[in-house]
């Protein structure tokens, strides 16, 4: 199964290099959201600077609903979708390749909506170590839940606008503690950053272990 | 020899809809079978349902001694399908393609080359992204991603169709390649005269179910249903 | 294995209503009145929230039985996958509809209960935010059940979103009231005295229960419907296999 995702993965980003619509599209975007919050609240300074976290995880929310729906629109072009039920890839395996492939795209988005929030909100960072580790699992939980719904809504006509609706409840509570976690984690918060942590942890396991569980289910059915 | 396809009173439905209403046929090793109709008669879910793709709902259904109403997967792996779509990523050129499928089905991602050398698929195509392709060259393309799993049961769906008559050749070629050295083709075509002369036997669908057979063996409730008993 | 052929009408309901549904429906009137009863004539006004508390009678046992609801969704989810029962499937359709209903009343009735006592309609506290969260989940499992796909795919896809779901539940919940905490909000029911007895308990306990009926017999109506439904579209499997066969008029036969 293993060997499945990395094969899907492979596929997925080479697709990425070479189509570059995450570099071209989604980077840009992402660029755009801060400067329209930064307009939004009326350019004060201080009050984006309380506001990073919040602001930043949303950012990201949005950028993942994007990519989801690009990510599985990819499989629904001219019959792939066909080609990959008939090959012997074990769907857990494709299901996670996509998680692996979503998860460097949204990491690569993080790092340089990072940058764009530092530069753009006058935020100094710190309490490096927690805020990379809470990146990676909720970013995790994120790539696990939209490769999950994904299938279901994204890359169809009439289907596209159900993924946002599918998706953002369901990612709200990573919402909640990375953003809890990030303040934690710039020296803002109420404490308890790492107990987040754990709680994007949990997230992200049960929202794997599901994806593994249905997704065969998913891929003949669907 | 046991077939390589048996299907006995096969109904498949889609959705609610009985594409296959009663189908019996059976397919030796080796052969070439034709399957012609009017559009809609079922062509395609014949080939669709021997590919493991639609489940049978009622009857018998076995495909190289997988028995498809208990289990669709672990036949797909051996058999190759080529339908109207492509199957190929558009981004990707041709040889990425290509070794992602055989990756993809199990097969040595350097038999790559072979498979495009087969259907004559010249090197700086290959190199191009498949959808900067003609649609002939897709059908190459798409082609030899199957060729490269080496199925042995060929499920191809209008083989023919938008190819010039270079490529029409080729695809002949490799059908008749294909069954001598033991793998067996099922295809659906409206080309009568070429398919014709392609094929080892001829099998008419209409209505969901077999209407004729150029083999002799027809089964006698089926004679009755079409000559009116 | 051989997919199920859906079966004909022979069990299952043929009306939407039966005796045992018609007793039950009128035990859920007297209940209902007995209840208003109750919460407006009987039992005083709180000693610190005042008369708003009666608001409490309906917003406790609404989310009650949203929640059930959510679980028995949750369970006929997974029946539906594993044995691939109509039934099932249409089962959870009603207990979500049902569920969603309740959860969108919890929220009106939980703001204007902020309003009376805090003058604001939300105040973000830990049950109505999971509540508002949990709604919009279930109206997407709606969503994806009213998308048009052959009832076997429609099945499928919703049972994968209800599991979904219901496995965030307690993520939800937890995540909701540990941030809730930090900031010390105010609980909608945070101020009625946990100690509640006599009269306010016993009219608590009777509109759970109440209301528990109330769900139980929309669901079970709702079903019916949605079951009575289905059969309509059903064309019998041996009917439309013989018109398919009848598609077959005079195609030259191979030689």
Request: hydrophobic letters at 50%; one cysteine or more.
């Amino acid at each position: 199964m293993v060997h499945d995702a990395l094969i899907i993965a492979g596929k997925d980003l080479r697709l990425e290099a070479r189509s570059r619509v995450a570099l071209n599209q989604v980077l840009p975007f992402v660029l755009a959201v801060v400067l329209l919050f930064g307009f939004a609240l009326d350019a004060d300074t201080a009050l984006l600077r309380r506001a990073t976290s919040g602001l930043f995880w949303v950012t990201v929310l949005f950028s993942a609903v994007i990519m989801v729906q690009r990510s599985f629109a990819i499989e629904r072009q001219d019959g792939v979708t066909d080609a990959l039920r008939l090959s012997s890839l074990s769907p857990g395996g494709i299901f996670l390749g996509k998680v692996v492939s979503l998860f460097c795209q949204l990491i690569v988005v993080e790092v340089v909506l990072g940058l764009c929030v530092v530069v753009f909100y006058d935020v100094t960072l710190s309490g490096g170590a927690l805020l990379a580790v809470v990146s990676v699992v909720a970013t995790l939980g994120i790539a696990a839940a939209g490769s999950l719904y994904g299938p279901l809504a994204a890359g169809l006509r009439n289907r596209d606008t159900l993924l946002p609706l599918l998706l953002l409840p369901v990612l709200a509570p990573i919402l909640l503690g990375a953003s809890r976690a990030f303040e934690t984690a710039l020296g803002r918060g109420v404490g308890g950053g790492w107990q987040w942590a754990a709680m994007l942890g949990i997230f992200a396991a049960v929202y794997l272990a599901l994806g593994v569980a249905v997704w065969g289910t998913l891929l003949e059915e669907t | 020899m046991e077939p390589v396809v048996h299907l006995h009173s096969t109904v498949a439905l889609l959705g609610r809809f009985p594409a296959l209403a009663g189908v019996d046929l059976d397919v030796d090793p080796g052969e070439i079978v034709l399957l012609r109709g009017p559009n809609g008669a079922g062509k395609t879910t014949v080939l669709r349902l021997c590919a493991g793709l639609v489940a049978p709902t009622r009857g018998e259904a076995v495909v190289l001694g997988v028995d498809l109403t208990v289990d669709r997967r672990s036949i797909r792996p051996l058999v190759g399908m080529m339908g109207h779509a492509t199957g190929l990523y558009d981004d990707l050129t041709v040889a990425e393609n290509v070794r992602f499928w055989a990756r993809a089905g199990g097969a040595d991602p350097a038999d790559a080359g072979a498979a495009m050398d087969r259907v004559e698929l010249a090197a700086r195509v290959r190199s191009l992204p498949v959808e900067r392709l003609s649609a002939g060259q897709r059908r190459r393309a798409s082609l030899a991603a199957m060729l490269v799993r080496r199925p042995r049961l060929w499920l191809l769906d209008e083989p023919h169709a938008g190819l010039d008559a270079a490529a029409r050749d080729l695809v002949d070629s490799l059908v008749t390649e294909a069954s001598s050295v033991g793998a067996t083709v099922l295809f659906a075509s409206h080309e009568l005269d070429r398919a014709e002369a392609v094929a080892t036997r001829t099998v008419t669908i209409s209505g969901g179910m077999v209407v004729g057979d150029s083999a002799a063996h027809l089964s006698a409730p089926v004679l009755e249903a079409t000559h009116g008993a | 294995m051989t997919e199920s052929v859906p079966a004909p009408p022979a069990v299952g309901p043929t009306s939407t209503s039966s005796r045992g549904t018609r007793v039950l429906g009128a035990v859920c009137l007297v209940g209902l009145a007995v209840t208003g009863l109750y919460a407006f004539v009987v039992t005083g006004p709180d000693v610190r929230l005042g008369n708003s508390v009666r608001i409490m009678y309906v917003h406790v046992p609404t989310v009650t039985a949203a929640y059930c609801l959510m679980i028995a969704n949750a369970g006929f989810s997974i029946y539906t996958l594993w044995k691939k029962s109509t039934f099932a499937d249409l089962a959870a359709h009603a207990c979500a509809e049902v569920g969603v209903v309740m959860l969108g009343l919890t929220l009106v009735v939980g703001a204007i209960w902020g309003r009376m006592t805090w003058g604001a309609f939300w105040v973000w506290d830990a049950r109505l935010t999971t509540t508002a969260l949990l709604f919009l989940m279930y109206v997407g499992y709606l969503a994806v059940r009213g998308l048009p796909a052959p009832p076997r795919v429609r099945a499928t896809r919703s049972a994968i979103v209800g599991i979904a779901a219901a496995c965030l539940i307690p993520v939800v919940h937890k995540s909701v009231e540990w941030w809730a905490s930090l900031h010390q909000n105010e609980t909608v029911l945070g101020k009625v005295n946990p100690n509640i007895e006599g009269n306010q308990y016993f009219t608590l306990m009777l509109s759970m229960v109440v209301f528990a009926l109330v769900a139980v017999w929309l669901t079970i109506h709702r079903f019916r419907v949605l079951w009575l439904t289905e059969q309509l579209d059903e064309v019998g499997v041996d009917a439309a296999i013989d018109e398919r066969r009848a598609e077959h008029t005079g195609v030259e036969v191979g030689r």
